[in-house]
């Protein structure tokens, strides 16, 4: 599994924003979110494909989805985001993604 310099940034992004809330909360969250690479990891087919040829999945407690790409056998994380924020956020980055040519 391939995860995105970005994808850390928004990982670190929401770990403090839930932390601030509620101490434990961050780590609770990476917690779901590292479940959730795990069982992409094991079976990348098993969530639909939402736009171009990424497919989504949804961290398990909390509104954040999962943006990923199967790339030959290698799935490549491209972006954590809220589940509220526009679409054109989470598209414009795996459309960026696809530029690299992988």
Sequence with gaps: MIVRPRVFLDL???AIWYE???PGLGERFLKSVNK???RIDEN???YAIVHKD???AIVETFPYLVYYR???DEVIVVAVFHAKRKP???QARIDQDL???E
């Design 54 to 56: 990424a497919r989504r």
């Design 88 to 90: 054109r956020a989470w």
């Design 20 to 22: 601030r809330r509620k």
């Design 70 to 72: 199967l790339v030959g």
């Design 36 to 38: 959730l690479l795990r």
């Design 44 to 46: 990348p087919l098993l």
């Design 99 to 101: 530029l690299r040519g």
């Design 12 to 14: 670190d992004d929401a």
